[in-house]
């Protein structure tokens, strides 16, 4: 392989290389930081959710508010 093509085969590896940053820095940590906060968010509703099945199953009042704090908004 002479020293041009060798340089070409560099430059496409390196082109391909920030490519693969680029998407992982601007698309896939952005993403993924957004689905642990809707995780987390979901989690704490659920926690929500299960303290007042419990407190229903033992005939205490649940307000609309934390009826409300405790659904996500999908299933309200």
């Not at 992982?24 to 987390?40: N, S, T, Y």
């Not at 659920?46 to 996500?72: F, H, M, Q, Y």
């Amino acid at each position: 392989m002479n020293t041009k093509d060798m340089l070409k085969e560099m430059d496409k590896k390196i082109s391909d290389i920030e490519g693969a940053v680029f998407h992982f820095e601007e698309v896939l940590i952005p993403r993924m930081e957004a689905d642990r906060k809707i995780l987390d968010n979901l989690k704490g509703q659920r926690k929500k959710l299960v303290t007042l099945v419990e407190r229903a199953k033992r005939g205490e009042a649940i307000s609309a508010e934390e009826e409300k704090d405790a659904v996500p908004e999908v299933f309200q």
